[in-house]
Structure formats: structure tokens, C-alpha cells
């Protein structure tokens, strides 16, 4: 469905993003694109969404270059980030506009519209002027014009920014339920854990590079040479007896009734943790990975590469 | 998935959807330049006629030339030609027509036709308010075709600058005043690449009328009332294209600026 082959994005003298190579396979799903601010989240969605041509390399979309291609536009529907809607109009009104320029007409802009404006919730309040309507409702607007067309592919830049804690939820929901129609979806953010929330499958960027892509657990496995930590809860004096005999332990923390260990390559030392405690050798009560998460990895890869 | 729109339905679909943009504030501004020099003069003629005075043909002339086409008109397309794509452009509100399958030049000539019926309806109520004034009936078709028509190239030249300069609105202002004014000295070629020429062509020349210092300093040419509609209307045409190919080979990013790609 998407690739990159060393694509490249230069503003002016400023490189917007490196060389970056990728591939999305076809079908539906929901990808996270995690980085910080200014990491080249919003240089790649434009890329992929056709606003911008690649500065160098090759960008593929449906198997073409998406940029001023009507034939690959037909097919995507991007939400830009921010606050970006046209003063003074009613949403309904914007939205048939915005569902002509995708090739509707007739009855089925008419379903289209209603549809869309149903799957974000806001069948009701569609006649109101953005000017009248709360940030949340017109973030459910820009989504429901992304989807007017019906799109193979779902972009989003940094959706969750400025919507209040149920706003995101149903956003979340919303998009997972979209992806579990078939729809891919490619979501930006600079927080961890909304990705988190949304899906197992991230693209990493940072300082305008591709740091790493895959699941969580796939990314945690490059980086074997990082620290993981571990909480053993159970009797601690004696938990740190056996911990300090292991090679791989890198540093340990005492708690009131639980060890931190800092191990290097946990999957070496925990099937020998669990074999100690199932032969009753260590009073280990839980077992804790302490960073085995999103937030971890990207801070081990980003400090890597700063 | 649905197919691309044609050129048609785009300017169709952005004229329509953008239309209400005129009845905002931006668009009261374009009436106003308008209606407020003709409802004045009009005001004026009616308290001249309780005192049992004449409508003044030449008092229509002097509004119609010095107020209508020298000021006004300029400052209509100066203010109404931002509120096309170049408003989107900084309100970051393009990248949402550009991320569409629609053909991009079209989407530029859909935002700034409500802008031209809006400006021309409001001229040719001006240029009727002028005829109670006592205006030459005779003259009325040619004065209301040549706003219509200059308003049409003004625009759309407008639209034009405001996408090849940053600051387009500076650039048209010295044209509109500094560069037209100066067709009262021009040679007769010169002459003909100023709106004045095509606007006095087609509205009929006051040259009876200008006073001493307003003399040409070259002989007044004239262009037969239908080249000069053709030119202007063509003027337009191609200011439009141009700013329409300009749209469509520029990559216009997120930010709303123009990107290297």
C-alpha cells in the first residue's frame, strides 16, 4: 500500500526528513507514527497524503506517486493537524463541498455525508458555523470529511491534540472500529501512550530519521544492550542474593518488600528466574517489567541517536 | 472509493460551497465601495433637485471615472482577491482541497467566482444608482459591460500577484496607483496595457469633460468597445490560467507556505 524508497523531504536548507525507506503492506489496521515534535512526523504524512513531492527518492501510494495524482487522492483521506477550518461556513454545507472534489454527487454525496457525519457523532449538530462549535466537534468534522469517499487509507496528524479526555477515547474507538472495517490507518503523535492505546504497530522517527519500526516487543528486542527494568516482589534480602549472582544484572534497587533489578538481555535471565522460583529456590511473590513499554523504548532509541 | 471530479463540478462544487464567504464582513466591504460614493452622489442629486435644480451629466461622469474606476475598483479587487485561495493559503485551510482528487486550478477559479458576481452585482447597481443621477442613458450598457469587465481582469490579476509575491496586495496597489494614472502620458501602446483604456473605451471617453491639467500628454486612442471587452475578458481568462498552473506546480505543504520538493 506505501512505500518509501529513500524518500527525502528539504525545506529549503532544512532537512524536513532523511532518506527513509518503509514499506506498509495492503489491508486494514492501524500504524502509530511516534516522535517527538520536530522529529518528521508531519514531513512524511505530507509525503504520503500527496501535499508535498519527496525532495529525493521515491514515494509509492497504491503503487503510485501520490502527488497532485487524482488517482491516489481518490483513494486516501488525510486529517491535517490543527485547528483548520474555514471561518464563517456551516459544517454541513462544507462537507458536501468537500465530498464533491472527491467525485460524489447526487445520492450518494447525500449518503456519504450522512453517513460520515453519523460515524463521528455529529448528525445532529452539522448545521452550526465552525465558529459555534467546541474543539472536539470540529475535530469530529475534519475526520468526517477524511472519510466522506470512503478511503482505503487514513491519515492523521496528531488527532488527540487539544480534545479533552472523552473526546480521545471516542476518537480511539472510532478509529479502531474504522480499521477493523478494513480501513489502514496511519496516525501521528508525540504521546506515547495515545499510541499505545491504539495499536502495537509504531514507526519510530526522530530528528527527521526512521529510528526503528515494528511492534513494541519487536523494537524492545534491538535494544538487548538497554537495561530492562524488572520488579521481584517477595522476600527482598534473599531476591538480591540471587540476583547478584547472575551475569546479566547491571544494577539493583531495594525496596520495602520488592528488588528493581536492571538486567541486560531478560529473555536469558528470566527463564531462569522462573525456574528458581517454581523449584521454591527464590520467594518471589510477582514479577514486574518495569519498562518493557512504549515510553522506554523511545526513550533508549532517542537517547541513542540525540 | 469514488472517481476524480471533472474541472466542471470543482468550480461548481468550491463556487457554491464558498458562496456565503461573500455575506461576511469582507463582502459588505466590496458592497460598500460601491454603495456608499453612489448613494452619496444620489443623496446629493436628490437635495440639488428639491432645490429645483438639473441632474448634472457631468457630475455622473466625475464619479463614474475618478471615484468608480480609479478608486474603488482597484480597492475591491485589492480586498476581495485575498479572500480567494490566498486566504486558505494562510489560514492553512488548503491542504485540505489539495489533499482531494479535484483538479487544483479549478479549485482556484471556484473560490474567486463568488467573489465576482458578488463585486460585479454591486457595479451594475452602482452604475444604475449613477443613471438616476441624471447619467446619458445611452451610455449605460457600455459603463456597466466595462466595469463588469475590468472588474473581471482586476480580480483576477489580484488573484494572480497575491500567488507569484508574498506581497501581492503591495504589488497591485502601485500598480493600481501608480502604474494606471500614469495613461494620461503614456504613448498610444502604453496606453493599451492600462484597464483605463479598455474601461474609457467601452464607458466612453470623458475626454470632453477633463479639465486642462488633466490633458493627455499624447493623443487618446481608442479600441472599438468590442476588442476592448475581448482584451479584458482575455486579460482575466489568462490571469486566472496562470494563477491556476501557478497553484497546481506549487507544493504547498501543512504549514500553509510553499516547500521545496
Redesign the interface.
Known amino acids: 500500500m506505501i512505500t518509501l524508497d529513500r524518500a527525502s523531504?528539504?525545506?529549503?536548507p532544512i532537512l524536513g526528513l532523511s532518506p527513509t525507506t518503509f514499506e506498509l503492506p495492503d489491508g486494514g489496521g492501524i500504524t502509530g507514527l511516534l516522535g517527538p515534535n520536530g522529529a518528521g512526523k508531519?514531513s512524511l504524512?505530507?509525503l504520503l497524503?500527496?501535499?508535498?513531492?519527496?525532495?529525493g527518492g521515491g514515494v509509492k501510494v497504491f503503487g503510485e506517486a501520490p502527488?497532485?495524482n487524482?488517482?491516489v487522492?481518490?483513494?486516501?483521506?488525510?486529517v491535517?493537524?490543527?485547528d483548520?477550518?474555514?471561518?464563517?461556513?456551516?459544517a454541513d454545507?462544507?462537507l458536501?463541498?468537500?465530498g464533491?472534489?472527491?467525485?460524489?454527487?447526487g445520492e450518494?454525496l447525500k449518503a456519504a455525508v450522512a453517513r460520515s457525519l453519523d460515524i463521528v457523532g455529529m448528525a445532529d449538530r452539522a448545521h452550526l458555523t465552525f465558529a459555534r462549535m467546541s474543539k472536539g466537534m470540529r475535530q469530529r468534522i475534519?475526520l468526517a470529511?477524511a472519510l466522506l469517499?470512503?478511503?482505503?487509507l487514513l491519515i492523521l496528524?496528531e488527532p488527540f491534540n487539544g480534545l479533552d479526555p472523552e473526546a480521545r477515547l471516542t476518537l480511539m474507538a472510532l478509529l479502531r472500529d474504522l480499521a477493523a472495517r478494513g480501513v489502514r490507518i496511519l496516525v501521528s503523535s508525540h504521546i506515547l501512550g495515545e499510541i499505545a492505546q491504539l495499536t502495537d504497530r509504531i514507526l519510530l522517527l526522530f530528528r527527521g530519521r526512521l529510528l526503528a519500526e515494528g511492534t513494541v516487543t519487536e523494537i524492545r528486542q534491538l535494544l538487548d544492550r538497554h537495561p530492562v527494568e524488572l520488579r521481584l516482589t517477595g522476600e527482598a534480602q534473599v531476591l538480591a542474593r540471587w540476583a547478584v549472582e547472575q551475569p546479566e544484572l547491571a544494577a539493583l534497587r531495594m525496596e520495602a518488600d520488592a528488588v528493581v533489578l536492571s538486567v541486560r538481555s531478560p529473555r536469558d535471565i528470566l527463564p531462569r528466574l522462573q525456574k528458581a522460583a517454581a523449584e521454591g529456590g527464590i520467594p518471589l511473590r510477582a514479577l514486574d517489567p518495569l519498562d518493557l513499554n512504549l515510553d522506554a523504548v523511545f526513550q533508549y532509541l532517542t537517547k541513542d541517536h540525540a | 472509493?469514488?472517481?476524480?471530479?471533472s474541472s466542471l463540478?470543482?468550480i461548481?462544487?468550491?463556487a457554491?460551497?464558498?458562496a456565503?464567504?461573500v455575506l461576511?464582513g469582507r463582502g459588505w466591504v466590496i458592497a460598500g465601495l460601491v454603495a456608499v460614493p453612489v448613494g452619496l452622489s444620489l443623496v446629493l442629486a436628490m437635495i440639488a433637485r428639491l432645490k429645483g435644480m438639473d441632474g448634472d451629466p457631468a457630475e455622473v461622469l466625475k464619479v463614474f471615472h475618478e471615484v468608480l474606476v480609479k478608486m474603488m475598483l482597484p480597492i475591491m479587487a485589492l480586498v476581495a482577491a485575498p479572500a480567494g485561495i490566498r486566504e486558505?493559503l494562510e489560514?492553512?485551510?488548503l491542504?485540505?482541497?489539495?489533499?482531494?482528487?479535484?483538479?487544483?486550478w479549478a479549485?482556484l477559479l471556484g473560490k474567486g467566482l463568488p467573489w465576482f458576481a458578488w463585486g460585479a452585482a454591486w457595479l451594475i447597481l452602482g452604475t444604475l444608482g449613477l443613471q438616476l443621477i441624471g447619467g446619458d442613458p445611452a451610455l449605460l450598457p457600455g459603463r456597466m459591460v466595462a466595469l463588469v469587465g475590468a472588474w473581471w481582469g482586476e480580480l483576477a490579476l489580484m488573484t494572480l500577484a497575491g500567488l507569484l509575491f508574498k506581497r501581492g496586495t503591495l504589488w497591485g496597489a502601485l500598480y493600481f496607483f501608480l502604474w494606471e494614472p500614469l495613461v494620461r502620458i503614456f504613448p498610444p501602446i502604453l496606453q493599451r496595457l492600462t484597464f483605463t483604456h479598455h474601461i474609457e473605451s467601452l464607458a466612453g471617453s470623458r475626454a470632453a469633460q477633463v479639465k486642462a491639467h488633466q490633458l493627455l500628454a499624447q493623443e487618446q486612442v481608442t479600441t472599438h468597445p468590442a476588442l476592448a471587452l475581448l482584451a479584458l475578458l482575455a486579460f482575466g481568462a489568462l490571469c486566472w490560467a496562470l494563477a491556476g498552473w501557478k497553484l497546481?506546480r506549487t507544493?504547498?505543504?501543512?504549514a500553509g507556505s510553499e516547500?521545496?520538493?
Not at chain 1, 497524503?49 to 525532495?55: A, E, Q, V
Not at chain 1, 487522492?73 to 488525510?78: D, E, K, M
Not at chain 2, 491542504?95 to 487544483?104: E, F, G, N, Q, S
Open positions: 523531504l528539504r525545506y529549503g508531519s504524512l505530507q497524503s500527496g501535499l508535498l513531492p519527496p525532495s502527488f497532485r487524482p488517482a487522492l481518490a483513494r486516501l483521506g488525510l491535517p493537524e490543527g483548520r477550518l474555514p471561518t464563517g461556513l456551516r454545507r462544507w458536501r463541498m468537500m464533491e472534489l472527491s467525485g460524489l454527487s450518494g475534519r470529511q469517499h470512503e478511503p482505503e496528524d | 472509493m469514488s472517481a476524480a471530479p463540478a470543482t461548481r462544487a468550491t457554491r460551497g464558498y456565503p464567504r461576511q486558505d489560514q492553512r485551510t491542504p485540505l482541497m489539495l489533499a482531494r482528487p479535484a483538479p487544483v479549485l497546481h507544493p504547498i505543504g501543512l516547500a521545496e520538493g
